[in-house]
């Protein structure tokens, strides 16, 4: 049986897969090729400190994972990086509990750049920090 954060990671990037056209993996190296759906990694993130609660002992996580987004170099890459991360945000605010997995999951503001690859065209990019609220009896659990 997973621990509840790989219950809760593998729930995000089945929302993530099932929601979108784009190319979705989990902490993949980036590709220097893109499709023009675009391609989303998610990346397992930091729990931070969690907050303890005594009676019932739970331990309470703000657990902060990340969304990378890319498109590829094309001439409508703005509007492609747009309708990506909207569509992503859709996809977060539609199922804020993750099926029960969390308490409540939001996202954080896109910081995008664009990254240039020698011979190719230049990608636009952004990462998305979500932050995943939850509890569990044990941190290793």
């Known amino acids: 049986m997973p621990s509840k954060l790989e219950s809760i990671l593998t729930g995000l990037l089945d929302v993530l897969t099932n929601g979108t056209t784009a190319t979705v993996v989990r902490g993949e190296v980036l590709p220097t090729e893109v499709s023009r759906e675009g391609l989303v990694i998610l990346r397992d993130g930091d729990p931070g400190e969690p907050e303890i609660t005594i009676s019932p002992l739970r331990y309470h996580y ?13 001439a ?11 569509l ?15 308490d409540w999951i ?3 503001a896109a910081e ?7 011979g190719a065209d230049t990608m636009k990019a952004a990462t998305i920090p ?12």
């Open 62 to 74: 703000e657990h902060r994972a990340g969304i990378e987004l890319f498109v590829p170099g094309t």
């Open 76 to 86: 409508d890459r703005d509007m492609l990086f747009d309708d990506l991360r909207m």
């Open 106 to 108: 939001e996202a954080e």
């Open 112 to 118: 995008s750049t664009d990254l240039p690859f020698e």
């Open 130 to 141: 979500v932050v995943l609220h939850f509890w569990t009896a044990d941190p290793l659990s």
């Open 88 to 102: 992503i945000g859709t996809l977060i605010t539609s199922n804020r509990t993750l099926g029960g997995l969390v």
